[in-house]
């Protein structure tokens, strides 16, 4: 069973950064891609970034593409989502997330149904 907390959410300015950090209990987390997803109220949960095992391959959502930067420590087991230049629309639950299957070092998922253990999410607000 693989445990996931994330941390660093809270309130921030418009233009402002945070940086959302997930730790991951588990031996075999360099196995996993992982990827990190958000979901706003009254919407569907979207993707937002994701980092193959080695940290070789990152795919970002269009939406937040030139703001947003991944990283993995697996040496630390953590997952890392800086977010800078934040906007209102980045407000959400974020959640992180391991893939379910075993990739390729080049292969990214994007869809929610492709990642198995989730943390409970951290809320980031960004106000106007």
């Known amino acids: 069973q693989v445990q996931l907390v994330e941390s660093g959410g809270g309130l921030v300015q418009s233009g402002g950064s945070l940086r959302l950090s997930c730790a991951v209990s588990?031996?075999?987390?360099?196995?996993?891609?992982m990827g990190w997803f958000r979901q706003a109220p009254g919407k569907e949960r979207e993707f937002v970034a994701a980092i193959s095992r080695t940290g070789r391959a990152t795919y970002y959502a269009d939406s937040v593409k030139g703001r947003f930067t991944i990283s993995r420590d697996n040496a630390k087991n953590t997952v890392n989502l800086e977010m800078n230049s934040l906007k209102p629309e980045d407000t959400a639950v974020y959640y992180c997330?391991?893939?379910?299957?075993?990739?390729?070092?080049?292969?990214?998922?994007?869809?929610?149904?492709?990642?198995?253990?989730w943390g409970q999410g951290t809320q980031v607000t960004v106000s106007s």
């Open positions: 997330a391991t893939d379910r299957s075993f990739l390729s070092d080049s292969v990214i998922h994007t869809s929610s149904y492709e990642y198995e253990y």
């Open positions: 588990t031996r075999t987390f360099g196995n996993y891609h």
